[in-house]
C-alpha cells in the first residue's frame, strides 16, 4: 500500500560558507550549485500559483494550526518517548519508507528512500570527509515512519511541514499564520508573549518544538545512544524549522551552541531542497557504504 505524505515546504536560505573564523577550522563551501528550477521547470517550493494543491496545503496547515498546541505537543512526546512500539535497524526504516511518496511535496513524486540517498550522496561528493554529514542525509526523514500504522498512523498534519515552537508567541513569519488564531494557546496570556515561558537565550534544547518526524528522528537517535555529533542532532531536529533558518525567527531562544550547529543545518538544508532530481541512486550500489556508517554510529537494532 502506498501511504501519500503532505508536506507543504516553503522558503529557503543558503548556507553561511564558513563555520567559524578560526582558518584552522573546515571550509564549508562544497561548491554545490543550486539550480533555478526543479525537474517540472518550477521554482523549488512554489506554492503561490493558484492550484488545487495550493488549497490542500493550506488546509494541511489550518489543520497543523489549530491542533499543534503546547497540551497535544507534551502529550505526543510523553508517549513516543517510550519507544516501544517496533525494533528495526536504521536501513529497514529506510526500507519501509519505499511505500512513502509526497504527493504535496512539487519537487519530488519519487519514493521516499530515493530523496534520502540524492541528498546523502550529494552531501558526500562535496564533503567526501564528513560522512557523519552523509548518513544525517540519508536518515533525516526517517521519523515520518509515524504515518505508518505500527506507529499510529498519525495524521498528516502531526507529522509533516514547518515545524515551529510552542509556548511563547506564533511568529509571523510562519506559513500561513493566520491559523494559529484558531490555537488554544494563542489567547493564553502564558504563551502569548515574546519569551512566554522561556527566556532570552534559554537553547533551542530547552524549548518544545511543534510534534512532528523531526522531534520523533531525534529521539529515536538520541535515545538509542547514536555517536552522530551534535550538529548531526540539530539537523534531525530542526530541518524542517524553516522560520528560523528562513525568516531569522526566534533567534532569541537561541544559545551559542545553536548558532554554530545553525550554520551546519543551513548548508544541509541546500542538499535536502535541491538535490531532488529524476536521476535514480543506485540503491544496491551504495548500501554497502550506509551500512558501514550505520555500523559505526548506531547500535544494530533501534528502539522506535
Known amino acids: 500500500m502506498t501511504i501519500i505524505i503532505d508536506q507543504p515546504e516553503f522558503g529557503d536560505e543558503v548556507a553561511d560558507k564558513k563555520i567559524s573564523n578560526d582558518p584552522t577550522e573546515l571550509i564549508l563551501d562544497g561548491g ?30 489550518r489543520m497543523n494550526h489549530l491542533n499543534q498546541s503546547f497540551e497535544f505537543v507534551t502529550k505526543m512526546r510523553e508517549d513516543y518517548s517510550k519507544l516501544n512500539r517496533v525494533e528495526m535497524s536504521i536501513w529497514e526504516c529506510c526500507e519501509l519508507l519505499n511505500s512513502f511518496v509526497d504527493e504535496s511535496d512539487p519537487d519530488l513524486d519519487e519514493p521516499q528512500i530515493e530523496h534520502l540517498l540524492q541528498t546523502a550522496e550529494a552531501i558526500r561528493k562535496d564533503y567526501p570527509d564528513e560522512d557523519w554529514l552523509h548518513l544525517t542525509g540519508l536518515i533525516h526523514d526517517l521519523g515520518k515512519v509515524l504515518l505508518h500504522s505500527s506507529f499510529g498512523a498519525l495524521p498528516q498534519w502531526a507529522v509533516v511541514g514547518d515545524t515551529f515552537p510552542l509556548g511563547c508567541a506564533f511568529d509571523e513569519s510562519n506559513v500561513h499564520y493566520k491559523h494559529f488564531k484558531e490555537n488554544p494557546d494563542y489567547n493564553n496570556p502564558a504563551y502569548n508573549t515574546k519569551l512566554g515561558i522561556y527566556s532570552e537565550g534559554c537553547g533551542l534544547n530547552n524549548v518544545l518544538m511543534s510534534w512532528g518526524h523531526d522531534d520523533y528522528m531525534y529521539l529515536v537517535a538520541k535515545e538509542n545512544k547514536t555517536t552522530l555529533p551534535s550538529a548531526a542532532l540539530f539537523i534531525i531536529r530542526y530541518h524542517s524549522f524553516y522560520p528560523l533558518h528562513k525568516s531569522g525567527a526566534y533567534r532569541h531562544l537561541m544559545n551559542e551552541e545553536d548558532v554554530e550547529n545553525l550554520k551546519w543545518l543551513q548548508i544541509f538544508n541546500k542538499y535536502d531542497l535541491y538535490s531532488k532530481s529524476k536521476v535514480r541512486i543506485d540503491v544496491e550500489k551504495v548500501k554497502p557504504y550506509y551500512m558501514s556508517l550505520i555500523q559505526k554510529y548506531f547500535p544494530e537494532k533501534l528502539r522506535w
Request: cysteine-free.
Open 32 to 61: 554545490f550549485t543550486v539550480p533555478e528550477a526543479n525537474a517540472f521547470g518550477h521554482t523549488f517550493r512554489d506554492y503561490d500559483a493558484e492550484s488545487e494543491r495550493r488549497k490542500n496545503v493550506e488546509e494541511f496547515y
